[in-house]
C-alpha cells in the first residue's frame, strides 16, 4: 500500500513539471490510450534519480528543457491537443509533421528510438520559470525501442502503472520471478484496504523488441523468458525504506483476459522449471 501511494506521489511530482493539472492528464490517458516512453521512463526506473528526486529530463537548474515522449492513436490527438493548448495548461502546437504514405522514422525528435513506422508527429511548446517544456506525440504504429514503456489503465477502482520492458532493454530486467508476481498488480482485488486517491500500483510486462502501438496499449506484447538480476527500487525518506522487488501479496495473480490467462500460466511454469 505505502508502494502504491508513493509511486502515485512520485509520477504526480514528475508530470507537475510539465502540467497544471497531472492527476487530470493521467486521467485522460487511462480515458484514450497513451503510452509513455524514452528517457523519463528509464529514469523513473533508476534507483540513484529515484533516491536523489530526479526525475527524467527534468534536472532542476538553469532552463535545461524538459520534454515529455507520448505515443497514442491518431485518432485522439486533438482530445490531447485540446487539453494542453487549454488556458490552464498553456501550451501551444509548435510544429506538426505530416508522414505520407507511413514510413520506418528514426526521428530527430524521438531519438532514442531504433526504428518506429508513424504518419504523424506533434510538438506541443511552453515555457514555465524561463525552462522550454515539450510535448512529443506520435502515432507510431510500430516501435522498436531499448527503452521500457508506461502506460496507465485503472482496475480495482485505482490507477495501474504498466511496465513494459523490450527484452534487447538498456535497463536490469525483472526476473521471471518478479514477472510473474507483478504480472497482476499486487493490491488486486484487495477492496478492503483505504488508499489515497492519487495512488497508483504497479504491474510488469516483457515484450518483444519491436512492438505495435496495440501491443503497447494493451499492456501485453510478447512475452519472453527472462533470467536477468532482480531490479530493486528503494525509498530512503528519513524515516522508512522499502524494496518493490521484496513486496509480498497473498493474493493469487487474476488474470483479466483469456489471452493474459495464458500467458501467466507460461510464466507460473517458467518459474517452477
Known amino acids: 500500500m505505502a508502494v502504491a501511494e508513493s509511486i502515485g506521489e512520485r509520477w504526480r511530482g514528475h508530470l507537475a513539471d510539465c502540467l497544471a493539472d497531472p492527476d487530470g492528464f493521467v486521467q485522460l490517458c487511462v480515458d484514450l490510450g497513451v503510452v509513455f516512453v524514452g528517457p523519463p521512463v ?6 540513484p534519480a529515484y533516491v536523489m528526486d530526479v526525475w527524467g529530463p527534468v534536472v532542476r537548474e538553469g532552463s535545461k528543457p524538459v520534454t515529455m515522449y507520448l505515443l497514442c492513436r491518431r485518432q485522439i490527438f486533438d482530445n490531447i491537443g485540446a487539453r494542453l ?14 508522414i505520407h504514405p507511413p514510413a520506418d522514422t528514426r526521428h530527430p525528435f524521438f531519438p532514442f528510438l531504433r526504428s518506429g513506422t508513424c504518419t504523424r508527429i506533434l510538438i506541443y511548446q ?10 512529443h506525440i506520435a502515432d507510431m504504429e510500430e516501435v522498436d525501442s531499448t ?19 523490450p527484452s534487447e532493454s538498456q535497463l536490469p530486467q525483472p526476473s521471471s520471478e518478479m514477472l510473474r508476481r507483478h504480472a497482476i498488480h499486487p493490491l488486486h482485488q484487495r477492496d478492503h484496504l483505504t488508499l489515497q486517491p492519487s495512488s497508483i500500483d504497479i504491474q510488469f510486462r ?13 499492456g501485453r506484447g510478447n512475452s519472453h523468458r527472462q533470467s536477468t538480476q532482480i531490479c530493486s527500487w528503494q525509498r530512503h525518506d528519513g524515516i522508512a525504506s522499502w524494496s518493490l522487488a521484496g513486496m509480498e501479496t ?5 488474470t483479466q483476459s483469456a489471452a493474459f490467462r495464458s500467458e501467466c500460466e507460461v510464466r507460473r511454469e517458467t518459474a517452477g522449471n
Not at 514503456?149 to 502503472?161: L, R, Y
Not at 497473498?250 to 487474476?254: I, S
Open 42 to 47: 528509464r529514469e523513473f526506473l533508476n534507483w
Open 85 to 98: 493548448m487549454a488556458p490552464a495548461q498553456g501550451f501551444r502546437l509548435g510544429m506538426e509533421t505530416i
Open 126 to 135: 511552453r515555457e514555465h520559470n524561463f525552462r522550454p517544456i515539450n510535448i
Open 147 to 165: 527503452l521500457p514503456s508506461v502506460v496507465f489503465t485503472e482496475c480495482c477502482g485505482m490507477k495501474i502503472c504498466t511496465i513494459s520492458f
Open 206 to 218: 516483457s515484450i518483444a523488441p519491436t512492438v505495435t502501438l496495440e501491443q503497447l496499449l494493451d
Open 250 to 254: 497473498d493474493a493469487a495473480p487474476r
